[in-house]
């Protein structure tokens, strides 16, 4: 029990692994606040690790590295680029279609700057969000008119409250999709 306590004591003040220069760089590219709760994590770890009959406690450079490490792991942007190598061609959870090179250019173009969502240039008034695709839509389908919304479930809503207004509609178990955890 003793050498647990004297194990625990000799842990560093948060302060002195701040101090440390192992967490010099840390401290210059993210926010202070972010390192020092990362020291906290370290230290809470280590006793942790000590009450549970742990060796010796490491010293101020080591928990300063980690909690570098662990500061710098925070600040990852939580959305990354992956490889989809599941099997699934479009695997809902990895978002969805990758963009082609064409189409990517041109949102970035947009994305630049302000743009004519909702405004139509012509008349220098409000102007419909779906304009511009409902022109295309109708002008490659023969349609009086479209709509685009932005997922699967909406369309098939959408389409189900034109097909069958008024009319009851049965809809099989079997054709219920679990998407997030949840049926839709």
Known sequence: ?????????????????????????????????????????????????????????????????????????????????????????????????????DARRALEDVARGYASLEYDLESGRRGERGAGVERWLTRLTGAQAAHVVNNGAAAVLLSLAALAAGKAVVVSRGELVEIGGSFR
């Open 1 to 101: 029990m003793a050498t647990r306590t004297s194990s625990l004591r000799s842990l560093p003040a948060v302060e002195t692994v701040l101090s440390h220069p192992a967490l010099e760089g840390a401290l210059r590219d993210l926010p202070r606040a972010l390192v020092v709760e990362a020291v906290r994590a370290e230290l809470s770890d280590e006793r942790a690790r000590l009450k549970s009959g742990g060796a010796a406690a490491p010293d101020a450079e080591a928990i300063a590295r980690r909690a570098g490490e662990r500061a710098a792991l925070e600040r990852r942007p939580a959305l990354r680029r992956v490889l989809n190598a599941t099997g699934v061609v479009l695997h809902t959870n990895l978002g969805r279609a990758p963009l082609p090179d």
